[in-house]
């Protein structure tokens, strides 16, 4: 009966002991199994993260590429504008206002209506979501975060200044233009507005015919040619300062781009 019992308690023992290993290995099974699970949802994660900021990064690079040639083309017709305008300036400060034909009708036509046209309006419709969306992993190197801090600072000033471009326009051009141009003239050239503003600016000349100074007992020969003068010094501000500086700000970030996400060929 002792031995029996002696046999039974190192029986319990031993299953003791077995369950004690059991219990053990089922807990670093499960141990590993949750690890592993996450493990993968880290390298899942990561992976949709970097996906993410690569198809951003994309979207971004289609965006600033696009605005560097529209910025581009209309820094253009700004130095078209201006020259029209020095024109316009000088010959209102020197010349007989008498016989006026299509190249001061020209002049004074750029100066006068040729205003949201030369205005560079940039997008940044990505940028924002860009912002909006916290995807760290775009903002994986140093320089790419400064690029796009430059680039929306950049955007920033060209709005703040077209909008006082447009100040002068609206309060003194406008003005100038409803007083003295000469919208037969303008009828004219442009059959009857069949032609539009983008069509007669691209013309190197415009069809003869007179040009006639609207209310010409009014028109002050020096007020008119100051009015002109300020316009100008604001549209040159604008081009060789905001203007450049977002063009320079547009093409760090496109190198930026181009290195951290691999679009050299895009």
């Excluded at 504008?81 to 002049?107: I, T």
């Excluded at 450049?244 to 970030?253: C, H, I, T």
Aim: hydrophobic letters at 35%; zero cysteines; proline letters at 1%.
């Amino acid at each position: 009966m002792e031995n029996e019992l002696k046999i039974e308690e190192k029986q319990n023992a031993r299953l003791v002991k077995k369950s004690i290993k059991d219990y053990v290995l089922e807990g670093i099974m499960i141990f590993v199994a949750v690890s592993m699970g996450f493990i993968a949802e880290n390298i899942r994660e990561n992976i949709t993260e970097n996906n993410q900021a690569q198809e951003l990064a994309e979207s971004l690079y289609e965006e600033v590429k696009s605005d560097s040639m529209v910025v581009q083309q209309k820094i253009e017709l700004r130095l078209k504008k201006e020259k029209q305008m020095v024109y316009l300036r000088d010959f209102m400060r020197d010349s007989s206002l008498d016989k006026l034909g299509s190249r001061f009708g020209k002049a004074a036509f750029w100066t006068n209506q040729v205003v949201s046209t030369i205005l560079f309006e940039p997008q940044d419709g990505i940028l924002m979501q860009l912002k909006n969306s916290n995807n760290f992993k775009f903002y994986r190197n140093r320089k790419l975060q400064n690029a796009v801090g430059k680039y929306a600072v950049a955007i920033n000033r060209v709005r703040i200044r077209n909008e006082q471009e447009f100040n002068v326009v609206d309060n003194f051009i406008r003005k100038e233009s409803i007083h003295y141009f000469d919208y037969q003239w303008q009828e004219k050239v442009s059959n009857d507005g069949q032609l539009t503003v983008a069509d007669l600016i691209s013309k190197d000349s415009f069809p003869e015919g007179p040009f006639y100074i609207q209310n010409k007992k009014s028109f002050n020969r020096s007020e008119s040619s100051g009015i002109v003068s300020q316009y100008l010094l604001t549209i040159r501000g604008t081009t060789h300062l905001q203007y450049m500086d977002y063009k320079n700000a547009n093409r760090e970030l496109l190198e930026a781009l181009r290195k951290n996400y691999k679009l050299e060929n895009k």
